[in-house]
């Protein structure tokens, strides 16, 4: 009967009838050669169907994908170990809990985390983020997610101890440096270290006069720093010990305390 359709097949492809040759070859269990008539003709989820017969899950995908079958697609190199092109596809149809599994599955850590972050799951992003190898291009975004958490979580000195370590890391531009210098001020703020919270914020202004809200921040912290009764603590009265920063002159000086260029 095989060969039989074979011959069949053969025939109509002589007569042009390429869609009829492939549907006798995919009943005679040809999948592979049904899947490249079927792509002759552009029916490519009858293609996709056939290579995911034949086991080439990863072509299958691809084929669904050209079909615009998405989910298909995604399923389909999911079953084929494909991790982390089915958890991209994932995210597209916002399945983001199957694309965070896929990516952690797939040891794309960054990726992973972030979306458990996205979705609340604080617990699963701070175990794939703390994974993230310091040598890993994804470690320096990775660790400013990872503050994050830590402060969402009030786990300040955690927090604290990750965005002093990005600032040991060397970076092209010097405004990469300002993400975590700002992270860590507020920290300072919250800990009451006016002064402390202070420096760094004129740290930044230095660099950038108008990141974020670092002006009324500096503001605010200078004068709570000038409310404080005489006699209580005040910090150590100098900027916390932070690598690749040296004061280089004064600035300019009003309201907000004193700005350096650093």
């Known amino acids: 009967a095989v060969r039989r359709d074979m011959t069949l097949a053969e025939q109509h492809l002589q007569a042009g009838e390429v869609r ?32 995911a017969a034949a086991g080439d899950l990863k072509r299958a995908g691809e084929v669904y994908l050209t079909a615009g079958c998405v989910e298909k697609a995604a399923e389909a190199l999911e079953q084929g170990l494909q991790f982390e092109d089915a958890a991209r596809l994932y995210l597209k149809l916002d399945r983001l809990d199957r694309a965070a599994e896929l990516f952690r599955k797939a040891d794309a850590l960054f990726e992973a985390g972030r979306i458990f972050h996205r979705m609340g799951r604080p617990d699963d992003a701070i175990e794939v983020l ?60 919250r800990e009451d270290d006016f002064e402390g919270a202070r420096l760094l914020y004129e740290k930044i202004l230095a660099q950038d006069f108008s990141y974020r809200d670092a002006r009324e921040r500096a503001a605010h912290v200078t004068q709570a720093q000038a409310s404080v009764p005489s006699g209580k603590p005040l910090g150590t009265g100098e900027a916390p010990a932070l690598p690749r920063y040296k004061i280089l002159k004064q600035i300019g000086q009003g309201g907000m305390g004193v700005v350096y260029r650093a």
Do not use: C, N
């Not at 070859?25 to 792509?39: F, I, N, P, V």
């Not at 470690?139 to 955690?158: C, T």
């Open 130 to 189: 703390q994974r993230l190898d310091a040598q890993s291009e994804d470690y320096y975004d990775g660790s400013l997610v990872l503050g994050k958490i830590f402060l969402e979580r009030g786990m300040l000195s955690a927090a604290k101890d990750r965005y002093q370590k990005l600032l040991t890391m060397k970076k092209d531009a010097p405004e990469a440096d300002l993400e975590p210098l700002y992270h860590l001020a507020t920290i300072y703020e």
């Open 20 to 51: 009829k040759a492939a549907d006798l070859l995919a009943g005679s269990h040809q999948y592979l050669q049904a899947a490249d008539l079927y792509e002759r003709v552009a029916e490519h989820e009858q293609a996709a169907e056939m290579y």
